[in-house]
């Protein structure tokens, strides 16, 4: 768990300036699913049942123009966080012909956006899924002050930028597991809903 945050008037340094938000790089990953594209437009037919595969998400409710998710997650400098928080899809396709969506997340420790999109392949169907960070700057502040905390950290003009771009780099590495994790966990599902529905058809076929 993270350590107690000390103020910069604590510390004796004065506050520093940070702007408002920082974007972290966009995460990209590109994925072939065992199934056809029928079935892997469940993806944007089942927004609950593809919620809950993200990790560490307990519970998913809908609610008016959305989705209440509970989570728990771990994440350097914070610790374990249990976060309530609203994800909505900003985006979805109107017709067959359209094979993207974009959800967004309100509440959550970062400003997050993600693009799911289907692509017709020589080898298959295959999924991109994207997704874009933002932290704000009270947030980085705070979790640049732990970092510092526990490190011992010669005096430089360039310090706080340095600190700033290492915890960055920290919190995109952690982000970009779990995104690998969730398309990895969307992946499985999709097969395994494809193979149930070959059994379903093979099985009435028998009769």
């Not at 989705?67 to 994800?87: D, I, K, S």
Request: positive net charge.
């Amino acid at each position: 768990m993270a350590g107690p945050v000390r103020s910069p008037e604590a510390t004796g340094r004065p506050p520093r300036r940070v702007s408002d938000v920082r974007e972290l790089p966009l995460i990209a990953i590109e994925s072939s699913v065992g199934c056809d594209l029928a079935a892997a437009r469940r993806i944007f037919e089942a927004p609950v049942e593809l919620l809950r595969l993200w990790p560490g998400v307990e519970e998913v409710r809908t609610v008016r123009d959305g989705f209440a998710v509970t989570q728990q997650l771990e994440f350097p400098f914070w610790g374990v966080l249990r976060q309530e928080f609203v994800v909505r899809i900003h985006e979805r396709p109107r017709d067959r012909r359209q094979r993207y969506a974009i959800w967004k997340t309100e509440g959550w420790l970062f400003d997050r956006a993600i693009f799911w999109k289907l692509r017709s392949t020589k080898q298959g169907v295959a999924l991109d899924f994207g997704s874009q960070h933002a932290l704000s700057g009270a947030r980085l502040e705070e979790a640049v002050n732990v970092y510092r905390s526990r490190t011992i950290w010669p005096m430089r003009h360039d310090a706080d930028e340095i600190l700033e771009r290492l915890v960055i780099s920290f919190l995109h590495d952690r982000l970009v597991e779990l995104d690998r994790a969730y398309v990895e966990r969307v992946r499985e599902w999709l097969g395994a809903r494809s193979d149930s529905a070959a059994i379903r058809r093979g099985a009435s076929g028998s009769v």
